[in-house]
């Protein structure tokens, strides 16, 4: 997977590239408008990472002449302004998400492999496996080992997303936001509860273990801890 | 480009002006015809006075006088009105006398004969570069009888009139422009001087600066008219020195919460790097700093929202919200959290709408209710009561707690504000809370307060309502 990401703060650009090169991704920096213009107009990307908030060519024309030469190539726009307004102009002008600096990486990430979902073919599985824990989609049943498990609607979300974006970082903010609907940030530490809570019903008594915690970013469902 | 209004002055010093000018050239004009009124009576009673002698002299003429004898006694007939002339002519118009050098005919032939004299039976004419005054009468004579009714024709030049009229005139015209002159200059000068007070005033506004926001104007030292625009100046103020202290506490408020973590993050950085550490160790490191970064973050985020909302930016998307269904998906959210706490939710009511973004009024409740969660002991319930009528919609959120002091009270919705100083920052993020609660409901056209007894505490939101 090739992403381009146009971004002028030589710190933000140096890591994201590093980290997004890190999950496995080619990545190419433009350190300015023009480069990055030039670079998304000629070069075959499969995402776009764009900081709109750029000193020559504004974030904003590269989107507009990226959808006026009929690319589909998805685009994730950064800004540092909160503004309803900015969200919508970037959305209107074809941006397919945004994320507003600061970002967490694994925030970023978790949109990233999103975006990079979204143009493949939808799986329809209605079973999902991972080592010997099996969902059953359409009765929403979990079986390990061959046992069934009780969950409750909310718990039985959570745990599809995390068996669907096994081996991915999900932030706290995320998992809020897909299984709950709740955009924001909230002071509380209900999803480690949430998380906890179905740890005991799916992990306990049974191996290998299967959530795991990654300190300071999220929680992350795989067969091997990666860290 | 609009024109600017003109001055004040200008426009007083005009109308004004303009009044006493008409007043005064009305009063001269009164002056001149009142003086010709009594110039013109002057006339007449001259020559009522010379027609009068000319009868009696007439009636007392002796019978069978020669004719010269006749004529002399006519002109001397009339003493002492020497400009008076006249003129005595018969029904078939021979001259019986006129007045040596006077050219009376033409007059008696224009103007027609009246029965007496007064102001308006009089006639003017010129003759030879002389103005005059005059009229005609017929009269019978006992004497002459046989010839029938006489005319007589009198007249009395009143060029010296004219001519004290005329200077008079000039002599008024010059005092009228002078005093309207006068007059004018005045009432500038008088405008000028009223309106010392706003001059007074504007003075004392421009000492106003940033650092002296608490200086107000002294509406009692300030005339009548000011004392309102005095008020509304200090009124503006009150605003201005409010939102200017809130910002300014707002920037140390972000100051200090910011320094907390930030040393933090130094200090441990500092400590780690005195040194060489293992792998696991500076992981650890990593990690923790990575925790103080993100309360830093969401901390920016927050401040963020409520300078927005400060500043009147937060642009609600309104939709209709269904409030007991939006509180029934807080509690299935908030629930594994509260249980783990062991504090139980309740919800109680009716269902009810109001007009509000989802995302934002979602936001808050969860801010309440998180608060009212965190703060009810072990084994006891945070109970939701909402209700609505056609005007207005009401959520109470009352958890059972520890009273909230009273003289903190009406400070917790104020930003980073903590009833105890002591208390781990730890446990309740950043004391934001409340204060975006606030805001939101403040952008929705509701209003929050709260209350606390010695047993619970509750937070009331009315909004307006909704239909569903």
Redesign the interface.
Same mark, same amino acid.
Do not use: E
């Given at each position: 997977m090739k992403l381009l990401l146009v971004e002028d703060e030589v710190k933000t650009g140096d890591y994201v590239k590093q980290g997004l090169t890190e999950s496995g991704f080619i990545v190419d920096l433009a350190r300015n408008g023009l480069d990055g213009h030039h670079l998304a107009l000629t070069g075959s990307y499969d995402l776009i990472i764009l900081d709109v908030m750029l000193p020559d060519v504004e974030g904003w024309r590269i989107v507009q002449a990226l959808r006026e030469a009929k690319s589909a190539t998805p685009v994730l726009f950064l800004t540092a302004r909160? =503004?309803?307004e900015d969200r919508v102009k970037g959305l209107e002008l074809g941006a397919d998400d945004y994320l507003?600096k600061?970002f967490?990486f694994s925030e970023l990430l978790a949109r990233v492999r999103t975006l990079l979902r979204r143009g493949a073919a939808p799986v329809f599985n209605d079973q999902l496996q991972v080592a010997n824990l099996t969902l059953d989609i359409p009765r929403r049943r979990a079986q390990r080992d061959g046992v069934r498990i009780d969950l409750t609607n909310?718990e039985f979300a959570l745990l599809e997303l995390l068996v669907r974006r096994q081996s991915e970082v999900l932030p706290r903010s995320l998992i809020?936001s897909q299984v709950?609907?709740? $955009?924001?940030? =909230?002071?509380? $530490?209900?999803i480690d509860?949430?998380i906890r809570?179905l740890r005991a019903k799916i992990d306990d008594g049974y191996e290998p273990k299967l959530i795991h915690t990654v300190?300071?970013?999220g929680y992350m469902l795989d067969v091997t801890p990666s860290a | 480009m609009k024109r600017r209004p003109a001055s004040l002055a200008l426009r007083l010093t005009v109308s004004i002006g303009a009044v006493i000018t008409v007043v005064l050239l009305s009063f001269g004009w009164m002056i001149e015809r009142s003086i010709n009124n009594h110039f013109i009576q002057q006339d007449v009673d001259e020559l009522n006075a010379v027609v009068q002698a000319l009868k009696h002299t007439l009636a007392t003429v002796p019978a069978n006088e020669s004719p010269d004898a006749f004529r002399d006694r006519l002109a001397n007939a009339v003493s002492g009105h020497h400009n008076a002339q006249y003129r005595i002519s018969t029904p078939n118009g021979s001259v019986i006398y006129s007045t040596p050098g006077s050219d009376l005919a033409r007059f008696v032939r224009m103007a027609q004969p009246v029965e007496h004299i007064s102001i308006d039976t009089v006639g003017i004419w010129q003759d030879h570069g002389e103005t005059f005054r005059g009229a005609v009468l017929s009269m019978d004579s006992d004497i002459l009888r046989g010839i029938g009714p006489l005319t007589i024709a009198v007249a009395t030049g009143i060029n010296f009139h004219l001519h004290y009229l005329e200077s008079f005139r000039d002599y008024l015209r010059l005092i009228t422009v002078v005093a309207c002159l006068i007059a004018i200059l005045a009432t500038w000068f008088a405008v000028h001087r009223g309106h010392a007070p706003i001059r007074r005033i504007s003075h004392e506004i421009r000492r106003i600066r940033s650092d002296q926001m608490h200086i107000r104007l002294n509406s009692s030292a300030v005339p009548a008219e000011l004392v309102e625009l005095a008020t509304s100046f200090n009124g503006m103020l009150d605003r201005l020195e409010d939102v200017f202290k809130r910002l300014s506490d707002f920037s140390g408020d972000i100051a200090h919460e910011l320094r907390t973590p930030i040393t933090n993050i130094k200090t441990q950085t500092e400590v780690a790097l005195s040194q060489a550490r293992s792998v696991e160790q500076y992981r650890e490191i990593l990690y923790s700093n990575l925790e103080e970064y993100e309360r830093m973050a969401k901390m920016v985020g927050d401040m963020l929202f409520l300078a927005q909302a400060d500043n009147h930016l937060l642009k609600p998307e309104l939709v209709t919200i269904e409030l007991d269904a939006e509180l029934r998906t807080l509690f299935d959210y908030f629930g594994a959290w509260a249980e783990e706490r062991g504090v139980g939710l309740k919800l109680a009511g009716e269902r009810v709408c109001t007009l509000g973004d989802t995302l934002m009024i979602r936001r808050a409740l969860s801010n309440l209710l998180s608060n009212a969660i965190r703060y009810t002991p072990h084994g006891k319930t945070v109970s939701v009561h909402i209700e609505g009528n056609l005007e207005s919609v009401k959520i109470q959120i009352v958890n059972p707690g520890p009273q909230i002091p009273p003289q903190h009270l009406p400070h917790i919705f104020e930003r980073f504000y903590r009833p105890d100083a002591s208390r781990q920052r730890s446990s309740e993020g950043a004391g934001l809370g409340l204060a975006i609660a606030k805001s939101i409901f403040e952008a929705h056209g509701g209003r929050i307060t709260a209350t606390s007894t010695e047993q619970e505490t509750t937070f009331e939101v009315r909004m307006p309502a909704q239909m569903c």
């Open positions: 909160d =503004s309803v507003v600061p967490a909310k809020a709950w609907d709740m $955009n924001f940030d =909230s002071d509380t $530490n209900v509860v949430a809570r300190r300071g970013m | -």
